[in-house]
């Protein structure tokens, strides 16, 4: 009999304080590649009530407006309301970014150093990484984390393009799936905590949130008499964003990959440039299982990397594929090492990282966003080639 079980993942949106450090980081990681591509950025933001500090090591030839940055970063998600205390024109910002440190770059760099094994460019730190894809969902993805990014994309869509005056960046989702084995049963429940205007019912914000945002995102098939809709549990969310609670960039790692369905090797992603295998690595081995999966050779695949501080190759590979497999697990991690590089230099090359792309994988996961490169599945018939 196949087991069953309920499982639950998260979302955060825009206004999410620790989204909103998140994207302040992955800002200020844009506009240093836009103008040097080969910028060092490690930038970490720290926001609450009406302040925002930014902290960590760049080195760049990149000229920024550092405060410019902030503040349209904040405009964008939305804090521009009257009633906001942190609001895109009023924040008061610290900035005590220094640059990346040159024990740390000798060993990233592709250069010879006193102690250093290889002149080829190394990983930016020691770590292991995770990649994972599934045939729940078109996307490849956990069906609970894309049912929970997907409600508050509509949120965000209702907020600001429909123009619903009542709604505030800040908001979170929760999707309880029941399963049967690897078929999904049903939506056991659904939870959305939204920000809002002073003046709006809670009546009003319910019947909302279940017809135009619940009832048209998620499947209809899968939602019974008994799926269960908590909309603002606590009665009222007036307070939210850096006001409410502080937000620090890195803290969403679980809402950022698989919403706890695969493991996660800790290193968070934004503000990172991609030297960075905590950031790189994580969507190289995305990129790799996606690819595993589209190929068909298993319905999941748990890929799990790991490096050192400036060394140049991993020192593990594992494939899991969590008996869905449909050649041995060990024959596909020998044809993914033939199809992909996986040194960290090759890791940047291949998926064409240099850029200023970062601010688009900030919200709603990294995954998934099938205009970034590390969601292409144009390596599968290569991959069934080599098996």
């Known amino acids: 009999m196949d087991k069953q079980f309920i499982f639950s993942s998260e979302s955060v949106g825009e206004g999410h304080p620790d989204k909103v450090a998140d994207s302040i980081s992955d800002s200020v990681l844009d506009a240093c590649l836009a103008q040097d591509s080969k910028s060092r950025v490690a930038c970490e933001t720290l926001v609450k009530s009406n302040c925002v500090f930014l902290a960590g090591e760049i080195t760049t030839n990149a000229k920024l407006n550092f405060e410019h940055i902030v503040r349209e970063a904040i405009r964008e998600i939305g804090y521009t309301n009257d009633d906001d205390v942190f609001h895109a024109d009023t924040v008061f910002i610290s900035n005590i970014l220094t640059a990346q440190s040159s024990d740390i770059a000798q060993g990233v760099n592709a250069s010879e150093a006193e102690g250093k094994d290889t002149a080829e460019q190394g990983a930016g730190d020691q770590g292991i990484m995770f990649g994972y894809a599934c045939t729940q969902t078109p996307e490849l993805m956990p069906a609970p984390v894309m049912f929970a990014h997907n409600l508050l994309r509509e949120m965000a869509r209702q907020r600001k393009e429909i123009g619903v005056k009542w709604l505030r960046p800040d ?130 695949c748990e890929l799990e990397v790991a490096y050192a501080i400036g060394h140049p190759y991993p020192t593990s590979i594992h494939v899991e594929t969590f008996g869905t497999g449909r050649v041995d697990e060990a024959k596909i991690a020998e044809a993914a090492q033939r199809v992909f590089s996986f040194k960290p230099a090759d890791i940047v090359s291949q998926l064409d990282l240099l850029r200023p792309i970062y601010r688009e994988s900030t919200h709603y996961g990294h995954f998934a966003k099938d205009h970034l490169p590390w969601e292409s599945t144009a390596k599968a018939e290569e991959l069934k080639a080599a098996i």
Not at 182 to 194: D, E, L, M, P
Not at 222 to 242: A, Q, R, S
Not at 279 to 297: D, E, H, P
């Open 171 to 300: 908001v979170k989702s929760q999707v309880a799936v029941e399963y049967a084995g690897q078929t999904i049963r049903a939506i056991k429940n659904v939870v959305i905590s939204t920000q809002h205007a002073h003046d709006v019912k809670h009546s009003e914000i319910k019947e909302f949130c279940i017809e135009e945002v619940i009832r048209k995102v998620l499947p209809a098939e899968l939602i019974t008499d008994k799926t269960e809709f908590l909309i603002n549990p606590t009665g009222k969310f007036v307070i939210g964003g850096p006001q409410g609670d502080a937000g620090l960039t890195g803290r969403k790692i679980i809402v950022d990959t698989y919403g706890g369905w695969a493991r996660h090797g800790g290193g968070a992603f934004s503000g990172k440039d991609p030297s960075k295998v905590d950031r790189s690595a994580a969507y190289f081995t995305r990129w790799v299982a996606k690819n595993i999966v589209a190929a068909g050779l298993a319905d999941a």
